[in-house]
């Protein structure tokens, strides 16, 4: 199971941390993913990050959020920093229960596909 929580309102050139906690599953194993869905939008890839702690972020946030898992707390989280209203979406969060997948590319981690386990949603609403 997967809680997603840390959403809010917050303005333009803000910041916020979104968390990502599992239980069942041992989040170190897996490949993580944050994909968020817009307004009216089809839910689009945001970052993901692998077992390896490889990290992988679609153009619209690189170099902007950041994505980390602390192992200890098993949760994976997504700093998000200079927030524009174009980020305003429900964030999810989502697991691959492939265990310690090998021998994968961009393609796969960032692909909605990949993830078989979804959080709730928590909402990010960005005012200008």
């Known amino acids: 199971q997967l809680q997603a929580s840390g959403g809010g309102l917050v303005q333009a050139g803000g910041s916020l941390r979104l968390s990502c906690a599992a239980s069942?599953?041992?989040?170190?194993?897996?490949?993580t993913g944050w994909f968020r869905q817009p307004p009216g939008k089809e839910r689009e890839f945001a970052a993901a990050?692998?077992?390896?702690?490889?990290?992988y972020y679609s153009d619209s946030v690189k170099g902007r959020f950041t994505i980390s898992r602390d192992n200890a707390k098993n949760t994976v989280y997504l700093q998000m920093n200079s927030l524009q209203p174009e980020d305003t979406a429900v964030y999810y969060c989502?697991?691959?229960?492939?265990?310690?997948?090998?021998?994968?590319?961009?393609?796969?981690?960032?692909?909605?596909?990949?993830?078989?386990?979804w959080g709730q949603g928590t909402l990010v609403t960005v005012s200008s």
């Open positions: 069942g599953r041992t989040l170190a194993n897996y490949a």
């Open positions: 989502a697991l691959d229960e492939t265990f310690r997948p090998t021998w994968k590319n961009a393609g796969y981690y960032t692909s909605r596909t990949t993830y078989n386990y």
């Open positions: 990050i692998t077992p390896s702690r490889s990290t």
